[in-house]
C-alpha cells in the first residue's frame, strides 16, 4: 500500500456528523433518543445548551404534534439561557413532558415549570435556590440595569412555580432564598412534580 495517496483519488466525501448537544454524550445516541422524540437537558445551562435544546425541541414540534419528552439533569445555570428554553416551551403545539432523571436546581426549575407535565425518577433530587445572575461589568447605570433585568426575570420564575405547586409567592420566595433541598417524594407533595416514576419490576426473584 503506498504511503501516499495518488493525487488523482479522493476519497468519498462524508458529511460531518452534528456535534452532540448534550456534553459527554455519544452523538449517535443523542441521535436515537432524538427519534424517539427525547431531548436531553444535562449539566449547566449556557447560552450554548440552550440554543442546542431550542433547535432540537423547535424541529421535533415541527415534525409532528406527538409529546415530546424532555429528560432533565442539571443542577442549573445561567436564568437568561434557562429563560431562552422557556420562551421556546411557551410557542410549542407539541405538549412537553419532563422528566427528572437526577437532578434539578437553580435554572433549570425554570424548565421544569414550563413543561406539561413533570415527573421525576425515585432517586432524583431537587434544589430550591434562586437562579445565577450572569456576570456584568460595565458602567455604574450598566450594572444596575442588569440587576434590574436579573430582579424582573427571577419574578418570573417565583411566578411560575407558584402557579404550578398552588403555593404563595412568599413561600418560594423564602424557599428559594433558603436552598431547600427536596427529594422526589417531596416534590411531589410539594407540587413541582405530578408523579414518582415507580419501579415497573417487582424486584429480584
Given at each position: 500500500?503506498?504511503?501516499?495517496?495518488?493525487p488523482?483519488?479522493q476519497?468519498?466525501w462524508q458529511?460531518?456528523?452534528p456535534?452532540?448537544?448534550?456534553?459527554?454524550?455519544?452523538?449517535?445516541?443523542e441521535?436515537?433518543?432524538?427519534?424517539?422524540?427525547?431531548?436531553?437537558l444535562r449539566?449547566?445551562?449556557?447560552?450554548?445548551?440552550?440554543?442546542?435544546?431550542?433547535?432540537?425541541l423547535?424541529?421535533?414540534?415541527?415534525?409532528?404534534p406527538?409529546?415530546?419528552h424532555?429528560?432533565?439533569?442539571s443542577p442549573?445555570?445561567g436564568?437568561?439561557?434557562?429563560?431562552?428554553v422557556?420562551?421556546?416551551l411557551d410557542?410549542?403545539?407539541?405538549?412537553?413532558?419532563?422528566?427528572?432523571?437526577?437532578?434539578?436546581?437553580?435554572?433549570?426549575?425554570a424548565?421544569l415549570a414550563?413543561?406539561d407535565?413533570?415527573?421525576?425518577?425515585?432517586?432524583?433530587?431537587?434544589?430550591?435556590?434562586?437562579?445565577?445572575?450572569?456576570?456584568?461589568?460595565?458602567?455604574?447605570?450598566?450594572?444596575a440595569a442588569?440587576?434590574?433585568?436579573?430582579?424582573r426575570?427571577?419574578?418570573e420564575?417565583?411566578?411560575?412555580?407558584?402557579?404550578?405547586?398552588?403555593?404563595?409567592?412568599s413561600?418560594?420566595?423564602d424557599?428559594?432564598?433558603?436552598?431547600r433541598?427536596?427529594?422526589?417524594?417531596?416534590?411531589?407533595?410539594?407540587g413541582?412534580i405530578?408523579?414518582v416514576?415507580t419501579?415497573?419490576?417487582?424486584?429480584p426473584r
Open positions: 500500500m503506498p504511503l501516499f495517496p495518488h488523482h483519488h476519497p468519498e458529511p460531518p456528523h456535534p452532540a448537544l448534550t456534553p459527554g454524550f455519544p452523538g449517535w445516541l441521535e436515537r433518543l432524538f427519534d424517539q422524540r427525547i431531548v436531553m449539566g449547566q445551562i449556557t447560552h450554548e445548551t440552550a440554543s442546542g435544546i431550542a433547535a432540537a423547535l424541529t421535533l414540534d415541527s415534525a409532528g406527538e409529546v415530546v424532555l429528560h432533565v439533569s442549573g445555570g436564568l437568561g439561557a434557562a429563560l431562552s422557556v420562551d421556546v410557542a410549542l403545539s407539541a405538549p412537553v413532558h419532563a422528566l427528572v432523571t437526577s437532578e434539578a436546581g437553580g435554572a433549570a426549575l424548565v414550563a413543561a407535565q413533570r415527573a421525576a425518577y425515585r432517586h432524583a433530587r431537587f434544589k430550591l435556590s434562586e437562579p445565577r445572575a450572569a456576570g456584568v461589568t460595565g458602567t455604574a447605570d450598566e450594572v442588569a440587576a434590574g433585568q436579573h430582579l426575570e427571577l419574578e420564575v417565583v411566578v411560575r412555580l407558584a402557579a404550578i405547586t398552588g403555593k404563595p409567592r413561600r418560594i420566595e424557599d428559594l432564598s433558603a436552598g433541598a427536596l427529594s422526589a417524594a417531596e416534590a411531589l407533595e410539594y413541582l405530578d408523579e416514576v419501579p415497573k419490576k417487582n424486584g
